[in-house]
């Protein structure tokens, strides 16, 4: 079964650290563009960052609002995502979902459950 | 960055009946690769998104054909021929056309 499921999440007071996991069963990892996606309480969808796969050079990209802060990396021999958050604000409080990124012509076809990370 | 803006942001719906979302983008969503980048998700409550539509019109695989989308350039349309019960939540667009990938704020769909 293709599955996603993320950990780490929790509460961490402003201006720490926590790193998320996203682990990947399946499918291997560093075949995929992976992105994290982030949903506040109560609010909207927001794209957070992404890493390419191995064969597309495993580079990332980030929106303005965590560039510098927030890091996606992968380790590929435990199949799993991470994304390092660096300098929390009460702002970064969301659920974080780890998916599946360009997958040919679409994205986001597979998404975890979860975790919830919270700034205060 | 490219702001989506959806219409309603509450839909009351019939089972049984036609609803429709409405999407528009603050820019061209027409990559200069030709293609358009616009997607639609659905999220239940307590449920992670799941997609539905991408490319415009490109039905996910198992996303029932009730669903449709359509539209170009700036405005896009996300059709569901009839409501089932299972059609409530929130569904957003999204373009990837423009970096960085942008969603609308979600449209409520209740029965």
């Known amino acids: 079964e293709v599955k996603l499921v993320e950990s780490g999440g929790g509460l961490v007071k402003p201006g720490g650290s926590l790193r998320l996991s996203c682990e990947a069963s399946?499918?291997?990892?560093?075949?995929?563009?992976m992105s994290w996606v982030r949903q506040a309480p109560g609010k909207g969808l927001e794209w957070v960052g992404r890493i390419r796969s191995k064969a597309d050079g495993a580079t990332t990209d980030y929106p303005a609002p965590v560039e510098g802060r927030f890091t996606v990396s992968r380790d590929d021999s435990a199949n799993t995502l991470y994304l390092q958050m660096n300098s929390l604000k009460s702002e970064d409080t969301a659920v974080y979902y780890c998916?599946?990124?360009?997958?040919?012509?679409?994205?986001?076809?597979?998404w975890g459950q979860g975790t919830l990370v919270s700034v205060s | 960055d490219v702001v989506m803006t959806q219409t309603p942001l509450s839909s009351p719906v019939t089972l049984g009946q036609p609803a429709s979302i409405s999407c528009r983008s603050s820019?061209?969503?027409?990559?200069?690769?030709?293609?358009?980048?616009l997607s639609w998700l659905h999220q239940r409550p307590g449920q992670p998104p799941r997609l539905l539509l991408y490319?415009?019109?490109n039905r996910f695989s198992g996303v029932p054909d009730r669903f449709s989308g359509s539209g170009a350039g700036t405005d896009f349309t996300l059709k569901i021929s009839r409501v089932e019960a299972e059609d409530v939540g929130v569904y957003y667009c999204?373009?990837?056309?423009?970096?960085?990938?942008?969603f609308g704020q979600g449209t409520k769909v209740e029965i």
């Open positions: 999204m373009q990837a056309t423009h970096f960085p990938q942008t």
């Open positions: 490319k415009v019109s």
């Open positions: 399946g499918f291997t990892l560093s075949d995929a563009w």
């Open positions: 820019q061209s969503l027409v990559h200069s690769n030709g293609g358009t980048f």
């Open positions: 998916t599946t990124d360009w997958s040919g012509n679409y994205q986001f076809d597979l």
